[in-house]
């Protein structure tokens, strides 16, 4: 199935490219490579806020991570012209803020992990980092950022 069919069988609409909330690009291109700038949880169209293991369990962490992997798919189908143009999703890097003695970063960037391979199947599989940090830019409970293969 293309990466649209499964959209379509998963009920995922693409968001459109969320406008920069400061001094950067939401992606740059160079090469067969695009580079996506890190994209933080919203929930009800606001910023998800929050510390996992502080009032955020890890599988409404997955939820949050899963929600970023949707947006990042619409600026990745923005930034390489559509998704059947997706060669692989190389690398994915989550930033997981975390209350002290959380360890289960690993389990919330699955949200998004895993959505990649529901979407592209075996070029969907990457290399990843789950890190976890005491706090990210406006509270927001996950940032990830993304590298694809394009043609």
Request: proline share 4%; with cysteine.
């Amino acid at each position: 199935m293309t990466p649209q069919e499964n959209l379509a069988r998963l009920g995922i609409a693409l968001p459109a490219v969320s406008a920069p909330a400061a001094a950067y690009l939401p992606f740059v291109r160079t090469g067969n490579l695009v580079y996506l700038s890190g994209h933080i949880a919203r929930r009800n169209g606001a910023v998800w806020t929050g510390q996992l293991g502080a009032g955020i369990s890890t599988q409404e962490g997955q939820a949050a991570a899963r929600g970023i992997g949707i947006d990042l798919l619409g600026t990745l189908h923005a930034a390489a012209g559509g998704l059947e143009k997706v060669r692989r999703i190389v690398k994915l890097v989550s930033f997981v803020s975390s209350a002290p003695g959380f360890v289960e970063q690993h389990l919330v960037t699955n949200g998004a992990s895993e959505l990649m391979m529901e979407v592209f199947g075996e070029r969907g599989a990457h290399a990843r980092s789950a890190v976890g940090v005491a706090r990210l830019p406006l509270d927001a409970c996950v940032e990830i950022e993304l590298i694809a293969e394009v043609q």
